[in-house]
Nanobody, 125 residues
Framework: QVQLVESGGGLVQVGGSLRLSCAAS????????LAWFRQAPGKEREFVAG????????YYGDSVQGRFTVSKDNAKNTVYLQMNNLQPEDTADYYC??????????????????WGQGTRVSVSS
């Protein structure tokens, strides 16, 4: 079992920044197997950022490209999400997800086995 704990959410004004953290514990999985998703009220869960399978390069959902940056600390089994220029549409619960076996298609993970409890980000206009 992998435990994922997110932190860093909060209330921020439009144009502001936040940094989320996700620490993995329990059964060890590489930080490159972690990713960020979000779910806004009344909407489906959306991929935000993660790492490709072969090269462990960062990749992003279209709505956050250029504003968010994902990074990882392999020694700490932790992944971060730096969110800049936040907009009201970024308001959501943000979840960290982990892929134990890293099943991939087109160099991207297709399955995530473990999820954190989420951290709420609210952007006020």
């Amino acid at each position: 079992q992998v435990q994922l704990v997110e932190s860093g959410g909060g209330l921020v004004q439009v144009g502001g920044s936040l940094r989320l953290s996700c620490a993995a514990s329990g059964r060890t999985i590489p930080a490159s197997h972690l990713a960020w998703f979000r779910q806004a009220p009344g909407k489906e869960r959306e991929f935000v950022a993660g790492f490709t399978c072969a090269t462990m390069s960062e990749y992003y959902g279209d709505s956050v490209q250029g504003r968010f940056t994902v990074s990882k600390d392999n020694a700490k089994n932790t992944v971060y999400l730096q969110m800049n220029n936040l907009q009201p549409e970024d308001t959501a619960d943000y979840y960290c997800a982990g892929s134990r076996t890293l099943s991939c298609k087109n160099n991207k993970p297709v399955r995530y086995d473990d999820w954190g409890q989420g951290t709420r980000v609210s952007v006020s206009s």
